[in-house]
């Protein structure tokens, strides 16, 4: 079979595409064998995509191993940030498709995943909710993968650590859902500022951790080495 040329070519709807084009004398077959293997293939990328995701510091942090304690600067308990870790996995990898294009007879491969529609992801349990007594949402896929310049009454609480003595000791023993910080008004904290969520969460390059994450070079070359195996 002739060389066959690997890119990676990100599109206005996907934040992790990889083209696969094969000369057009071979294309046919080539097609044919990855559209008759494409379960296989779907699977083995999903798998790879998601180890990439896990080994996120995001990820990590919100399992409770990695550089913050996203749990606590969520307010959510450690099952339910292990929960949105795992349902963030889940997504990814079910997201993989396999798909042929025949472009003025020359017939190629696309596998895509990771649409920029996170609509899904902000339906996974634990995606938001409203903290008490404040009622305020918490939106924190949101944060996660949309927007991450938070804006809880223009900031106006900051987060309270466990350690820090007094009354919020007290208080997050009490109402803490992770057991380690709950969120204060900065009015009952007697000074300025506001809450900023954790670097990690920020992303890079106008990217969210995930879009970043998945959408380097290595990663796609990755992807394209699981088709060429699974194709030959």
Known sequence: MPGIIIKLEPS??????????????????FVRRAIAGSVTIS???????????????????????GSEDLAAHFGLSDSRAYGLADGMAELIKSSVRILSYNIAGFFSIRIQAIERDWSKYL??????????????IIPVMKWLLIDPNIDIGQAAYDIVFKGSGGQFDTRIQQVSR????????????????????PAIVRGQLGQNFIEYTLGQQEVAKKAAEILIKRVR
Do not use: W
């Not at 990439?52 to 399992?63: C, G, H, I, P």
């Not at 992770?178 to 969520?197: D, E, F, N, T």
């Open 12 to 29: 206005a709807q996907l934040s992790t595409q990889l083209f696969n084009g094969a000369k057009k004398s071979a294309s046919n077959v």
């Open 123 to 136: 339906d996974i349990p634990g995606a938001e909710y409203p903290s008490h007594p404040s009622d305020i």
């Open 178 to 197: 992770s057991g380690r910080a709950i969120m204060v008004s900065l009015k009952a904290l007697g000074g300025s500022g506001g809450y900023v969520l």
């Open 43 to 65: 699977r083995e990328i999903g798998e790879m995509l998601v180890n990439e995701f896990n080994n996120t510091d995001v990820a990590k942090s919100l399992r409770g191993g």
